[in-house]
């Protein structure tokens, strides 16, 4: 495994494993499965409804805590100083461990301000290695960075090779963020498995279309958390350390950037509107 040195110095697996849409019955058994494979680090959140599952598979899984990452993320409902604080000790009781690695403010809404708050203290106390924040784009980023006592480590965004990010991406390193992808594989979307760029690419290497594009965000200093549900796919995934990309194939892939999310833009706002409802009706 390779590791992210973050702004704290704190280490970070650059590939993870995702638990977004696992479902909780589940749950336990994927990530019991991805930590025997090899996997170290654990992307969950809150509104998933499957912390207590990952904190099951930790405590049964026979690898140190200190040898695993764990993430989760502060929702939308727990938006605020107090909601936050209480929040933290929830995810810290589900995931049955005394401190978490990485959490994350999971959407820019809400009194964010006050949840980060929440989270610097935490972080302070030891209970929160690491303080970061999901789908900030970069004029939000830009704020939080510029007025927050402790600078965000990480920022989670949708990224893939169908949106690169390239300009959130120069303000990541501008500010010492790290890069991570939610979406790696962009859902399947646009017939992502079949691409003809990544599919000939991959063919050179000995290596799949999907394995393709994960060395792209790799080589591109972006952390990726990629999800499936079967362990043949989840060490697919995983073997992506064995070769690297030519330039000339970076360029190609770097082609495919369309700029443009393939789910939802923070800037819409109908999408604005559904995420805060559904900040309000979806408690955790």
């Known amino acids: ?37 090899g996997y170290r680090a654990i992307d969950t959140a809150q509104s998933y409804g499957n912390e207590e599952a990952v904190g099951s598979a930790v405590k049964k899984c026979g690898v140190p805590r200190a040898e695993l990452f764990l993430t989760t993320k502060v929702w939308i ?39 980060y708050r929440a989270m610097e203290e935490a972080y302070r106390a030891g209970r929160l290695r690491v303080i970061g924040v999901s789908n900030f784009y970069p004029d939000r980023l830009i704020d939080l960075c510029q007025f927050a006592e402790v600078t965000p480590a990480v920022n989670q965004v949708e990224t893939h090779v169908f949106q690169q990010q390239k300009t959130a991406h120069e303000y990541m390193k501008k500010y010492g963020v790290q890069h991570e992808s939610w979406g790696p594989f962009a859902e399947g979307r646009k017939d992502f498995f079949t691409n003809l760029v990544l599919t000939e690419i991959g063919v050179k290497y000995g290596k799949s279309a999907a394995q393709t594009a994960l060395r ?14 079967h362990k043949e796919r989840m060490e697919q995934n995983l073997d992506v350390f ?29 999408t604005v509107e559904m995420l805060t409802n559904m900040g309000k009706t979806r408690i955790v």
């Open 1 to 37: 495994m390779e590791y992210a040195t973050l702004n704290n110095g704190v280490k970070m697996p650059k590939l993870g494993y995702g638990v977004y849409q696992v479902k909780n019955e589940e749950c336990e058994r994927c990530v019991l499965d991805a930590i025997h494979t």
């Open 242 to 270: 064995d070769f690297t990309l030519s330039q000339e194939d970076m360029e190609a892939i770097r082609g495919l950037d369309e700029g443009e999310s393939l789910f939802f833009s923070h800037y819409d706002p109908a």
């Open 77 to 115: 409902s727990n938006a605020s100083y107090e909601k936050a604080k209480d929040s933290i000790e929830k995810s810290l009781k589900n995931l049955q461990t005394d401190y978490i690695d990485l959490l994350l403010i999971h959407q820019p809404f809400g009194d964010y301000y006050g949840a």
């Open 216 to 229: 792209f965000l790799l080589q591109s200093d972006v952390v990726v958390i990629p999800k499936s549900t």
